[in-house]
């Protein structure tokens, strides 16, 4: 009875993720056919989408290797911008901290944004739930969107490759990054810290390599972070 509890917790978590999958898959599409655009191939398109699976790291990624940027700089950015996935790892470790290294070799690889609230929100809900409960739910989401994720970027891969050269395609990437931040300024500090990353960011737009990005996203988190400490410190 506990073994048909505990796999009933992967269809559960399969189900709540459905819905992600509307977002995800739309996201994946665009990196294709940027990636194409920006002159990979199929194959490297598809190696690139299955290896970083990382939607905002991959396009900033893209974007300064098509730039020509060193291999350092453009690694360096990469982890910035998913810098919030440490903070994923932190919040969720002591949930899986008795799982087997590979077991949380395969959590730490499918801890994207979506597989990430919802099993946290999951955990919660549930604080009898068993390690294995726990770790296949987290499967259980992680399957669709990752699944469409590959899709998605598959089928703008061979979109792409249909395009002709002469179309434009550079919309794309920030038409992309305002479809992952708009969702999230719900508070006045998420407000706040886009702000201020954006402010910074067209001050220190004449560095090379996009490196203002980088420093204005960390003056943004700081800006944020800092409203939120005060605003804490008042209640």
């Not at 900033?60 to 950015?77: E, G, K, R, W, Y």
């Not at 068993?130 to 987290?138: E, W």
């Not at 067209?202 to 960390?218: D, E, H, K, N, R």
Request: glycine letters at 8%.
């Amino acid at each position: 009875m506990a073994s048909t509890t505990a796999k009933s917790t992967y269809g559960r978590g399969f189900r709540d993720s459905l819905p992600f999958t509307l977002v995800v898959t739309p996201f994946g599409v665009i990196f294709g056919v940027i990636g194409t655009e920006a002159g990979l191939n199929l194959l490297e398109v598809m190696t690139f989408t299955v290896l970083v699976i990382a939607g905002a790291a991959q396009i900033t990624a893209l974007q300064l290797m098509d730039d020509n940027a060193p291999t350092l700089v453009v690694i360096a950015t990469a982890l910035a911008v998913n810098a919030r996935m440490a903070m994923y790892s932190a919040s969720i470790a002591p949930h899986i901290s008795a799982a087997n290294g590979w077991a949380k070799a395969a959590v730490s690889y499918l801890l994207m944004d979506q597989v990430y609230a919802a099993s946290l929100l999951r955990y919660e809900e549930n604080p009898g739930w068993s390690l294995r409960q726990k770790l296949l739910y987290l499967f259980g989401t992680a399957t669709p969107v990752a699944f469409m994720w590959y899709m998605g970027t598959l089928l703008g891969a061979l979109a792409g490759q249909a395009i002709p050269e002469d179309w434009s395609l550079d919309v794309a990437v920030p038409l992309a990054f305002l479809a992952l931040v708009a969702p999230g300024l719900r508070t006045r500090a998420h407000l706040i810290a886009a702000f201020v990353a954006l402010v910074v960011s067209l001050v220190l737009a004449w560095m090379p390599y996009s490196a203002g990005v980088v420093i204005a996203g960390l003056c943004g988190m700081a800006a944020g972070a800092e409203l939120e400490r005060r605003r804490e410190a008042t209640v």
